[in-house]
């Protein structure tokens, strides 16, 4: 039992990792999830999903070139699994010139992945506690090198990744959770601005209800532009990441591959990074 100081100490790390916790929720990660019978026992079956990829061009070397970085997986003693972008590898050269970069989550033996991330559609659709349906919902794709050098290759084959549906499956547990079986569907050329203007006007969802505060919220959005990962993406320094309570009190464990779910000094640095 903590008392005195080691209460007041436990409780402020708590908070600071809440705080870590709900700036972090931004875009939901897409994954496909393993079923549960109605029991709620595993099935070893998996979801499936039909995806439309919003971005994803071939650059000048003749390959995807999407944003980069690279992230640590992390399981928080407070309950929970957490994406960290490694400040340490993400950002070497700062990390050269500055302790401040140093990683307290490489100190603990985690090895960071570097991680590619694409905007997605998903088509599946879900139902709100308040009873609204949501046919489909924009969400952000997180590939490691293995899915990578896959969607690589569908993209070089195709012209890009941008405009393509797939439908995506797991062939077993310990495969990549975003998905190992991409059944290429469709591509719809983004490249010409009708079928682009069908697209964005296909994925626009109008919302209307109230806001946390009790304020009627009325607002229309086009799902079909890619997330801006600059603000998706959050960039601690270890500095910061040790004030969290990372490298102290944190429990580092390796994982297969991603799971669901700013005071940065260097943001521009890793904007640029991006």
């Given at each position: 039992?903590?008392?005195?100081?080691?209460?007041?100490?436990?409780?402020?790390?708590?908070?600071?990792?809440?705080?870590?916790?709900?700036?972090?929720?931004?875009?939901?990660?897409?994954?496909?999830?393993?079923?549960?019978?109605?029991?709620?026992?595993?099935?070893?079956?998996?979801?499936?999903?039909?995806?439309?990829?919003?971005?994803?061009?071939?650059?000048?070397?003749?390959?995807?070139?999407?944003?980069?970085?690279?992230?640590?997986?992390?399981?928080?003693?407070?309950?929970?699994?957490?994406?960290?972008?490694?400040?340490?590898?993400t950002l070497p050269?700062?990390?050269?010139?500055?302790?401040?970069?140093?990683?307290?989550?490489?100190?603990?033996?985690?090895?960071?992945?570097?991680?590619?991330?694409?905007?997605?559609?998903d088509t599946r659709?879900?139902?709100?506690?308040?009873?609204?349906?949501?046919?489909?919902?924009?969400k952000l794709f997180?590939?490691?090198?293995?899915?990578?050098?896959?969607?690589?290759?569908?993209?070089?084959?195709?012209?890009?990744?941008?405009?393509?549906?797939?439908?995506?499956?797991?062939?077993?547990?310990?495969?990549?959770?975003?998905?190992?079986?991409?059944?290429?569907?469709?591509?719809?050329?983004?490249?010409?601005?009708?079928?682009?203007?069908?697209?964005?006007?296909?994925?626009?969802?109008?919302?209307?209800?109230?806001?946390?505060?009790?304020?009627?919220?009325?607002?229309?959005?086009?799902?079909?532009?890619?997330?801006?990962?600059?603000?998706?993406?959050?960039?601690?320094?270890?500095?910061?990441?040790?004030?969290?309570?990372?490298?102290?009190?944190?429990?580092?464990?390796?994982?297969?591959?991603?799971?669901?779910?700013?005071?940065?000094?260097?943001?521009?640095?890793?904007?640029?990074?991006?």
């Amino acid at each position: 039992m903590k008392t005195g100081e080691e209460s007041h100490k436990a409780h402020e790390e708590q908070k600071a990792k809440q705080a870590v916790r709900n700036e972090e929720r931004k875009a939901f990660r897409f994954f496909l999830q393993e079923q549960k019978d109605a029991s709620g026992n595993k099935t070893g079956k998996y979801d499936e999903a039909s995806i439309w990829f919003v971005d994803g061009a071939i650059g000048k070397y003749g390959a995807l070139n999407p944003p980069r970085f690279y992230e640590h997986n992390v399981y928080l003693t407070t309950g929970g699994w957490q994406n960290i972008v490694c400040p340490e590898q993400t950002l070497p050269n700062k990390a050269k010139e500055s302790a401040a970069y140093k990683c307290p989550i490489c100190e603990s033996q985690n090895k960071a992945a570097l991680v590619s991330v694409f905007t997605v559609i998903d088509t599946r659709s879900y139902t709100t506690k308040n009873g609204i349906v949501i046919p489909f919902t924009r969400k952000l794709f997180v590939a490691k090198p293995q899915t990578f050098e896959l969607l690589n290759k569908l993209a070089v084959k195709r012209g890009g990744l941008a405009g393509c549906r797939f439908d995506v499956s797991r062939s077993g547990p310990k495969t990549a959770q975003v998905g190992d079986v991409f059944d290429f569907q469709e591509r719809a050329d983004v490249s010409n601005p009708e079928i682009l203007k069908a697209l964005q006007a296909k994925f626009t969802q109008s919302f209307k209800g109230k806001d946390k505060d009790g304020k009627e919220v009325n607002k229309t959005l086009n799902l079909w532009e890619p997330l801006d990962y600059t603000k998706e993406i959050v960039f601690r320094t270890g500095d910061e990441l040790r004030k969290s309570g990372f490298g102290s009190v944190t429990t580092s464990v390796p994982v297969v591959d991603n799971t669901p779910d700013d005071s940065s000094v260097s943001g521009s640095d890793f904007e640029q990074h991006l």
